[in-house]
């Protein structure tokens, strides 16, 4: 038996990037090394009012290759300065915890044509030739990963704080490499397929052959890092809201091996109107429910994608951390070294400043919402209606075909933000325990396994509410299509096995006459329809709204009331089920039609109890978090102009805030350092909070 350092160290030992919140800068100087100083750097730093660095010590202009080392490693093949060295103990002495950069997915063309048996293959036999347009990749497969070990190794001799993967990865149409094709036959007995062909009966062990591979590879790594010291910090960019089958990165995997779970929620790109401002924090709070217990990472990049050397506003970088940190995450923020001349940068240094005044308040706190958003993890993985987001890694993907889950999910995202509920964003794995919930809100959650309905079913009949839409537990966990609705019984209908549309200028109509409460605010007698149905009759729900006939045009005739229905609610146990016939979310998203986001906040109000009111402040976006001490109530004003890039938040003035079920004598905003006056009522406690500007924290402790 060998015994490694790491099986010494107690599970309870606290680590130093769990002792307080997370503030990483990161000085991306690897394409103009030199630039600052040492010393010059380290000061940036501590300017920022960051407690940890991405700390450069390769140069990375085109791709990395084994000749721009600035440490000691046995595999250099240049005497280069030794730059890690050096800093190391400037940077310490200044209170910087250095994480080491290491890019281990993008190296130059010529490096790659040094090592054709490490380069990852396309389905067409070619090496990967496009990675940033200027390089290739190494697959984590082949032989290249001993090379990555070695320099694991050497860097560990270091008495550095933590190494950051940036990578590793597959890409989409990647990898066919000797060593991946020969491993994959002797897992499966079978020849490789083709990633691009999604239908072939090998494609998922395929898709899960990667992920494997990769918490391998993150596994050999972890047992050489922590060896030399489990102090180490070991850590890698993995997923967010998209599908993990591009790059074989599924965060259930990663953080079995990794310390932290962290993800670039926080990169948006090109025309800002295109991309929801909730992105960061739908990040954050993904990873959270994640994350096992350990700390979560956002990603959130000051500059405006792909132009990289160019900012974002201030009011756009405000709005990345403070979704950050009211979905319960810590934040990087990268900065090229022309960027810390810029205006922009302060505004950065006030949230540094704030997390670390206050690092209670954004430690280890909990969530208190009593709203689950599921994140539909495995249906997007299998549904040909999922979609994959640009970003660094990944190239946009349209969905093949209708009910596109992650905009249905983004719809009613919006809704519940725009409804001022807190809510959670969780996954199927935590469908497991969904106490401490009150309502529970399917997104097109279209593969589900009969122990995933079991767990919804036993959630609803214990007391639980119930939102879903469209092909909802259509399918199973594999992808194959049932043959009904699997949880058709909670909804009190079933599938007659049709979807129509698409619906571009027809409509729904209410049923008033029910009296329902879902329906208060809604008073036109037609609202336009979702562009997607699906046809069922209900068994013993109840219709709150139905489709109308399909016109033909836009003026064809008056709108006529179907059979169809739309809405349909029903009782299963002791609680409230409600389910949309169509694609609701994706309409909500796409146009807002304001009767869209009055059933979402009738929905979340009625079916679940809201810790926090805030009153007359629409705009508004509302999170609670608690710790054993306090509770915190998250504010993030949104009231901007009506184009993005945001140039501009106009702060509101004397909100009105009710916490209902919460007595608690005192209370102080966080940034603003101030006393509230705070009352205790029937209402609950209340308080006024005088100015919000971008936003706020407010500080409620807890009586014993």
């Known amino acids: 038996m060998v015994l490694v350092l790491a099986d010494l160290v107690s599970e309870d030992m606290t680590y130093w990037w769990e002792k307080e919140p997370l503030r990483i800068i990161e000085i991306c100087n690897a394409y103009q090394m030199g630039d600052l100083s040492l010393q010059e750097e380290a000061d940036a730093v501590k300017k920022m009012v960051g407690n940890a660095q991405h700390f450069h010590c390769t140069n990375e202009a085109g791709g990395g290759d084994d000749k721009r080392f600035y440490f000691k490693t046995q595999v250099s093949k240049a005497d280069n300065p030794d730059r890690l060295g050096k800093y190391l103990p400037i940077a310490h002495k200044t209170g910087i915890k250095v994480i080491v950069y290491f890019n281990v997915h993008w190296y130059s063309k010529e490096f790659g044509r040094e090592h054709p048996d490490w380069l990852q293959i396309k389905e067409d036999g070619k090496p990967l030739d496009d990675v940033y347009t200027t390089g290739t990749s190494l697959c984590i497969n082949s032989p290249y990963r001993e090379w990555v070990f070695q320099i694991l190794r050497d860097l560990c001799r270091y008495p550095i704080d933590g190494i950051f993967y940036d990578g590793p990865i597959f890409f989409a149409q990647t990898c066919y490499c000797e060593t991946c094709r020969r491993l994959f036959k002797q897992r499966t007995g079978e020849e490789i397929p083709k990633k691009s062909d999604h239908n072939h009966p090998l494609w998922r062990e395929l898709v899960e052959f990667q992920a494997d591979s990769l918490a391998r590879f993150l596994s050999d790594s972890r047992e050489i890092i922590k060896a030399a010291n489990p102090e180490i910090l070991f850590c890698m960019n993995g997923n967010a809201n998209w599908p993990y089958w591009p790059t074989g990165r599924d965060n259930h995997k990663i953080i079995k091996h990794t310390d932290i779970l962290g993800a670039e929620g926080g990169f948006i790109y090109g025309d800002l109107n295109l991309t929801s401002i909730y992105k960061p924090g739908m990040t954050a709070k993904l990873l959270s429910s994640q994350s096992q217990g350990k700390p979560a990472l956002v990603f959130d990049c000051a500059g405006h994608k792909s132009w990289s050397w160019y900012m974002l506003p201030e009011p756009e970088i405000s709005l990345l951390l403070a979704e950050t940190l009211a979905g319960g995450a810590n934040f990087w923020v990268p900065f090229f070294p022309d960027d810390l001349k810029q205006p922009e940068i302060r505004v950065v240094r006030s ?59 983004l719809g009613f995202y919006e809704g519940l933000a725009r409804s001022q509920v807190p809510f959670d964003v969780i996954d199927e794995a935590n469908l497991v325990d969904l106490s401490r919930y009150e309502l529970l809100v399917l997104p097109n959650a279209t593969c589900l396994s009969d122990e995933a309905c079991r767990a919804i079913s036993d959630f609803v009949g214990g007391g639980g509410n119930l939102v879903a839409s469209f092909e909802t537990s259509l399918y199973d966990e594999d992808g194959r299509r049932r043959e009904d609705l699997r949880l058709g019984g909670l909804f009190g209908a079933r599938f007659s096995g049709r979807m129509f549309g698409p619906m571009l200028w027809d409509y729904v109509a209410p049923d008033y006459g029910t009296g329902s409460p879902l329906l208060k605010g809604v008073s036109k007698e037609f609202i336009p329809a979702p562009a997607y149905g699906i046809e069922i009759k209900t068994t013993v729900g109840k219709p709150l709204a139905h489709f109308c006939t399909k016109l033909v045009g836009c003026y064809d005739h008056s709108p006529e009331v179907s059979d169809l229905p739309f809405i349909v609610t029903n009782r299963h146990g002791k609680g409230t089920v409600v389910y949309l016939a ?123």
């Open 351 to 409: 949230y540094c400043e704030l997390v670390k005044k206050n690092p209670k308040a954004f430690g280890r706190t909990r969530s208190m919402a009593k709203v689950a958003l599921l994140w539909p993890a495995a249906s997007v993985e299998l549904y040909e209606g999922s979609s994959v987001p640009l970003t660094d890694f990944t190239k946009e993907i349209k969905a093949a075909k209708v009910g596109d889950i992650s905009q249905e999910f």
């Open 582 to 704: 169509g694609t609701f979310g994706i309409s909500l998203s796409s146009f807002r039609f304001p009767e869209y986001l009055t059933l979402v906040r009738n929905v979340a109000t009625k079916l679940s109890a809201a810790p926090v009111l805030v009153e007359n402040a629409p705009w508004v976006e509302v999170n609670v978090r608690r710790n054993d001490e306090a509770m915190f109530v998250h504010l993030v004003n949104q009231t901007s102009g009506l184009k993005r890039p945001m140039t501009h938040i106009q702060p509101l003035t004397d909100l009105e805030v009710v916490l209902p079920k919460v007595k608690c004598k005192q209370s102080r905003t966080l940034r603003q350092d101030r006393k509230l006056r705070t009352r205790v009522g029937r209402r609950g406690t209340s308080f006024t909070l005088p100015l919000l500007e971008d936003y706020e924290v407010i500080e409620l402790p807890l009586e014993t």
